[in-house]
Structure formats: structure tokens, C-alpha cells
């Protein structure tokens, strides 16, 4: 994953997940990697040496011809965006935009556009290019009078009385009696209005209490005077101010191969000149034939299987009966499928399978 704020990011309004997704792609390793990135998470780093070490097949060379096919497709952008704190303090970012519907460069620039003006302050969105929310409507205050006149009601016992009540059911060492209960109830009304909670209140009475206690009544309220948390005005001038107000003032294309931006290189379909002649001097991969490839992997996946039959065969003629898997290094399943997954990988990268040796 990638630094908070950054990494592969929605560009929003996609078509559901369906099997074409990516089949107007005429490579199938950029039709593959558009999968493998279509299903990563949010976040995700969306540098080509990171998606090589996560992918099991392919490299880094082939991810970044890969990446920058894809951004010609319309699938990928980079953005720079810079943002304007209220310190006065400016920094560029780039962020990394993915649709799985391609776009046209026309939709890639009015996305780009609206992204100026907007609020990345970390309260709402940590380094996201979002507006900001709506602030909720205040609800409102009782007008005094306008309660329906009638009898008084009881409202019965406080809750702090309730949380004097419920220690003495939590840890029978402290029976408070009813008399301690309203004699204390003052100093557990002073806990709840700093912010602690009838948990909090209970927990701080029954917490590593002594095997006899004598007076619970005086040990609960050395407890609780001893204990008091600080007020809500002490906690809040302790407490981590807000984030400073960021907004983005400039949106700038950046090249996904090289990093460059609009500022200095002329950017085409999100690559810029340069790294788009750099690509097509590379040389073109060979059309595979799916059907061949699956033919030639359940081939090895039979033989796998073959093998692994005599192989049983041959160890319980030997041992007179079925030997079991414990009593052998490895089971022969496990051996079955490390073979026929390390020739499949073989076979989709155009190398021979390796014999079984067994």
C-alpha cells in the first residue's frame, strides 16, 4: 500500500465488473496486468517495480510497457495537483486516477480540470482531491413553554447512582449501600460531566481491589477523588489541533513513464513524446494462442496427476499397504501441485516444462 493520501485511486462512474473489460486491449499481458490492477485496493502503490514484485509472472520492463499501453487506453492518468495550505506552505503531489471504463483524453481533461478548487484537508480525506462535506443542519433547541403542561414526571435513579450500583454488582468487595451510593453520587455526577463513562466509573472502583476492605463506602471515595479525570476544558487544551486547510490551485497531466508534466513536455493520450517512441521501438510480443496455452497446461496437469498415481502405486507395493502422508517428507498432492503450478508459470512465459523427477 502507498502512503496514505496516495496510490491507485477511483476516478469514479464506472461500468460493473464484466468479462470485456479489457478485451479492446490487443496485448494479452496488458489485458492480464489491467486485470490485476482493476482488482487491487484503494491506496495501492501503482509504481511498476512494486506491481512487478506483486505480480508472479512478469517484470518490471513488461509492467512499464504495460502501464503506459494501458494509460493510452484510456484507463490510467497521473495528475499533479498543487496544493496551497492556509500556512502559506505549498507542495506538488501526483495522484494516481484508474477507471476500469476507458476515457477519452477529452473526458481525462475535464476530469483534471475539476479537480482545481478543490479541499484536501486531512479532516475530510487524507490527501484526497475531494470537496469537502456538507456541514449537518443544527438541530433545533427547545423553545421553553413548549412542552405539553402535565403532571411531573419521575425520572428515577441518576446515572450515577446507576454506576455506583452497578460496582457493587460487578465486584461483590465493594457493597456499597444505599446511603454510600447518595453520598457518593456527587462525585460520580462530577466523572460523567467530565466525559467518563458509568464504564469508566465502575472500572475505576473494582480495579485491583484489596482481598477485605473494611469501609467501602470511605474506599470508594478516596477512589474516586484520586482517580478524577481532567476536565473537558483541560483535555481540550492538551488535545491536537486541527489540520491546516488545503486546497488544490493547478491540475497539470504528468507522463506515466517518466514522471514529466504538460509544463515542460507535450503530454498525448497521458504519455509524453519521448517515452511514446522509447515504447515503440520495444519489440512486440507474439500473439499467444490461448487455446494452445490451456491445452499445453492441462497436458501437464494429466501428467502430473499420472505420475503421481504410479508413484503411489510403486511406494505401497513396497510397504506392503497405503503408506500415509505422514509418514512421507511431503504428501504427493503437495508435490503435484508445486510441479504443475511451476510448469504453468513456465508454459505462459515460453519456456519448456521441466521433467518429473520423482
Not at 476507458?102 to 478543490?118: M, V
Not at 460520580?188 to 472502583?205: C, F, M, N, S, Y
Amino acid at each position: 500500500m502507498a502512503k496514505t493520501g496516495y496510490g491507485k485511486r477511483l476516478a469514479g462512474d464506472e461500468d460493473p465488473h464484466a468479462d470485456p473489460d479489457f478485451a479492446h486491449l490487443s496485448n494479452l499481458r496488458d489485458r492480464e496486468i489491467a486485470v490485476f490492477i482493476d482488482h487491487l485496493d484503494d491506496g495501492h502503490a501503482m509504481g511498476h517495480k512494486v506491481l512487478a514484485a506483486e505480480h508472479p509472472r512478469y517484470g518490471q520492463q513488461a509492467f512499464r510497457s504495460s502501464l503506459t499501453r494501458i494509460t493510452e487506453a484510456g484507463h490510467l492518468r497521473w495528475i499533479k495537483e498543487h496544493i496551497t495550505v492556509e500556512d502559506n506552505s505549498m507542495r506538488w503531489v501526483t495522484r494516481t486516477y484508474w477507471s476500469r471504463t476507458p476515457r477519452s483524453p477529452e473526458w481525462w481533461a475535464e476530469f483534471a480540470r475539476e479537480r482545481h478548487g478543490r479541499d484536501v484537508t486531512q479532516a475530510y480525506q487524507p490527501g484526497l482531491a475531494r470537496t469537502e462535506e456538507p456541514a449537518p443542519e443544527p438541530t433545533p433547541e427547545a423553545v421553553p413553554g413548549d412542552e405539553p403542561a402535565g403532571e411531573p414526571v419521575d425520572e428515577g435513579p441518576s446515572a450515577a447512582y446507576l454506576a455506583l450500583v452497578q460496582a457493587r454488582i460487578a465486584d461483590r468487595r465493594m457493597p456499597l449501600s444505599v446511603s454510600d451510593c447518595r453520598s457518593l453520587e456527587p462525585l460520580a455526577a462530577e466523572w460523567l460531566a467530565r466525559g467518563a463513562t458509568p464504564e469508566d466509573i465502575v472500572r475505576a472502583l473494582t480495579d485491583g481491589l484489596p482481598s477485605d476492605i473494611t469501609n467501602p463506602g470511605g474506599f470508594a471515595r478516596k477512589r474516586l477523588e484520586n482517580r478524577m479525570p481532567p476536565t473537558k476544558e483541560e483535555t481540550a487544551a492538551v488535545a491536537p489541533t486541527r489540520p491546516l486547510r488545503g486546497r488544490v490551485t493547478r491540475v497539470i497531466m504528468a507522463c506515466a513513464t517518466c514522471d514529466q508534466d504538460e509544463r515542460t513536455v507535450k503530454i498525448d493520450r497521458g504519455v509524453c513524446e519521448d517515452c511514446r517512441k522509447e515504447l515503440a521501438e520495444e519489440p512486440v510480443d507474439e500473439p499467444v494462442d490461448e487455446l494452445d496455452l490451456m491445452k499445453e497446461i492441462a497436458e501437464v496437469a494429466y501428467l502430473g496427476v499420472t505420475s503421481a498415481r504410479f508413484l503411489k502405486q510403486k511406494l505401497e507395493r513396497g510397504t506392503g499397504g497405503p503408506v500415509p502422508d505422514t509418514f512421507r517428507p511431503v504428501p504427493i498432492e503437495d508435490l503435484v501441485f508445486y510441479h504443475f503450478r511451476d510448469n504453468r508459470d513456465r508454459i505462459a512465459n515460453g519456456l519448456p516444462p521441466r521433467r518429473w523427477n520423482w
